[in-house]
C-alpha cells in the first residue's frame, strides 16, 4: 500500500522534494564557497607578496593578515563543529 500511495502522490511531492533537493545542493556549493581555507590561504600569500613589492605598507599588511588569520580561524572552527555532529 505504502508504494501504491507513493506513486499517486509522486505529481504533488516529486516537484517539493525536487525543490528541496536543488536547494539543499545550492547550501552545499555555497558553504564550500563561503568556508574554502584555500581562497583565504592564496589571499594571505597575495597580501604577502603585495608587502614584498612594495605595494602596500606593513601596517596594511598586519591588518589584512589579522583580518585573514581570523577568518581562517572561523573556518577551521566551523568545519570542526560540522565535523561533531
Same mark, same amino acid.
Given at each position: 500500500?505504502? /508504494?501504491?500511495? =507513493? *506513486?499517486?502522490? *509522486? #505529481?504533488?511531492?516529486? #516537484?517539493?522534494? @525536487?525543490?528541496?533537493? /536543488?536547494?539543499?545542493?545550492?547550501?552545499?556549493?555555497?558553504?564550500?564557497?563561503?568556508?574554502?581555507? @584555500?581562497?583565504?590561504?592564496?589571499?594571505?600569500?597575495?597580501?604577502?607578496?603585495?608587502?614584498?613589492?612594495?605595494? /602596500?605598507?606593513?601596517?596594511?599588511?598586519? +591588518?589584512?593578515? =589579522?583580518?585573514?588569520?581570523?577568518?581562517?580561524?572561523? /573556518?577551521?572552527?566551523?568545519? +570542526?563543529?560540522?565535523?561533531?555532529?
Amino acid at each position: 500500500m505504502g /508504494i501504491l500511495l =507513493d *506513486l499517486l502522490a *509522486l #505529481p504533488l511531492t516529486g #516537484p517539493i522534494n @525536487g525543490t528541496i533537493w /536543488i536547494a539543499e545542493k545550492l547550501q552545499e556549493q555555497a558553504e564550500n564557497e563561503i568556508y574554502d581555507e @584555500g581562497k583565504v590561504r592564496a589571499k594571505l600569500m597575495e597580501m604577502e607578496m603585495l608587502l614584498d613589492l612594495g605595494d /602596500i605598507s606593513e601596517e596594511e599588511y598586519l +591588518a589584512a593578515e =589579522d583580518e585573514l588569520l581570523e577568518r581562517l580561524k572561523d /573556518i577551521r572552527a566551523y568545519k +570542526a563543529a560540522r565535523a561533531a555532529e
